[in-house]
């Protein structure tokens, strides 16, 4: 497999895993690009290329430019389903302290012409950050709609900015972690460091999309050198969060985002997605009894409607 992928083989607690990480989506494109070796050994045909349209979205090819950062998809939704939900999540506008220094980044005029010293401007000090990592499951059931998957990213974004909000440097990182019998398969790679902010445009395209999950990955897996042949043609089973979290030594401060199933996410009603998401998640309670609300309220009109 090319070093580029950065394969690692080992056993844990009986299973043989198979994790395969990327630190950036550029290094992910280089990787498919040069067209790795399938194991055809267990792969008798490559669902990522074959699955049709309706399936698996747009055609393998144009699935790999996309993670050069030309999917449009329905980015103008998520921007209106963004501007939704934030109306009842708050995001903090935070405004910096400036402070008198010997050197800084701002030059201080009025300081300079007087010949002090302290002619510049830097920030003040904040107290410590906080980090966190936010684990997003790409898995998801065969059943799963093109709503819940797009829900499923657009709250997970939100989320990443309210984070951000409350002073945290947050790491956003999306997995795919599936099993066959006694083999564990790990994909995953990085979106934003703790030093960046969320880049919608950068990251909506693994979050929201179908491709990504069901040509991208899919991808990647097929040149996996699996043993077991029950891989093909489902591809594993979706490795739970009570599994995956310690199974993997996830620390209790961090969030994992699972299966739209899991979040109790329905395709839906964004606000009741949100409300229900973010209670799995054990967040504040006030912002769920907003979104509940304005999830119920969308319900009444939806039903009025008919």
């Not at 963004?82 to 030059?107: D, L, N």
């Not at 007087?114 to 980090?131: G, N």
């Not at 703790?194 to 990647?220: D, G, H, M, W």
Request: charged content about 25%.
């Amino acid at each position: 497999m090319n070093e580029l992928a950065n394969l690692r083989i080992y056993e844990q607690n009986y299973m043989r895993v198979y994790r395969v990480s990327f630190r950036s989506m550029g290094e992910l494109y280089m990787y498919l690009k040069g067209d790795p070796p399938v194991n055809s050994n267990v792969f008798k045909s490559l669902s990522s290329i074959n699955n049709d349209l309706s399936f698996a979205g747009v055609s393998y090819e144009w699935a790999l430019e996309y993670c050069m950062g030309g999917y449009e998809g329905q980015y103008d939704v998520i921007l209106k389903l963004q501007k939704s939900i934030e109306r009842y999540v708050p995001i903090k506008q935070y405004s910096f302290q400036m402070e008198h220094s010997f050197a800084g980044s701002h030059p201080n005029v009025p300081a300079f012409v007087a010949d002090s010293p302290k002619a510049m401007y830097r920030r003040k000090r904040s107290e410590e950050k906080k980090f966190c990592t936010v684990y997003f499951n790409l898995a998801c059931p065969v059943m799963s709609t093109s709503k819940e998957i797009l829900h499923r990213g657009v709250l997970t974004m939100s989320l990443v900015k309210l984070l951000e909000s409350e002073g945290m440097g947050v790491d956003l990182r999306v997995f795919m972690c599936v099993h066959e019998h006694d083999e564990i398969f790990l994909f995953e790679i990085s979106l934003k460091s703790p030093q960046e902010t969320l880049n919608t445009k950068k990251a909506f395209y693994p979050l929201c999309s179908r491709e990504f999950l069901r040509r991208i990955v899919i991808r990647a897996m097929e040149s996996v050198p699996f043993r077991t042949k029950s891989w093909y043609p489902n591809y594993g089973m979706p490795v739970t969060v009570d599994w995956f979290k310690p199974f993997f030594r996830i620390p209790d401060r961090d969030l994992i985002v699972s299966t739209p199933g899991e979040m109790g996410i329905k395709g839906r009603n964004i606000f009741l997605d949100g409300a229900h998401m973010f209670e799995k998640m054990g967040l504040d309670k006030n912002i769920i009894i907003r979104l509940r609300k304005a999830g119920l309220s969308n319900e009444s009109r939806l039903y009025s409607n008919h």
